[in-house]
């Protein structure tokens, strides 16, 4: 079964930089898209980034452009997300899931339990 486990939260001041790992379980990496996820509280889940199995970034909106970037490792079975210049507005949970379509363009399917990510001075 397909297993995501993200890792690499905490607490940052503002102008740091994180580095989320998503590893992916169960099953081999390279087939699949993965995109990352974050849900502020009391605010919906929005969409960040993608990366296909062609290893081709793509971006779900313009606030993460220039400062978040996201990668792949298919033979550690990883995708990770670096995350520079953070704002207090990038507080978060951190969420990636799969797509099986590996073309960013399907539905998401399989999830990981998240991570926090906490900008404050």
């Known amino acids: 079964q397909v297993h995501l486990v993200e890792s690499g939260g905490g607490l940052v001041q503002p102008g740091g930089s994180l580095r989320l790992s998503c590893a992916v379980l169960?099953?081999?990496?390279?087939?699949?898209?993965v995109h990352w996820f974050r849900q502020a509280p009391g605010k919906e889940r929005e969409g960040l980034l993608c990366i296909s199995s062609s290893n081709i970034s793509s971006y779900y909106i313009n606030s993460v452009k220039g400062r978040f970037t996201i990668s792949r490792d298919n033979a550690k079975g990883t995708v990770y997300l670096q995350m520079n210049s953070l704002k207090p507005e990038d507080t978060a949970v951190y969420f990636c899931a799969t797509e099986t379509s590996g073309s960013c363009l399907g539905e998401t399917e399989y999830w990981g339990q998240g991570t926090q990510v906490t900008i404050s001075s």
């Open positions: 169960g099953f081999t990496l390279d087939y699949y898209a």
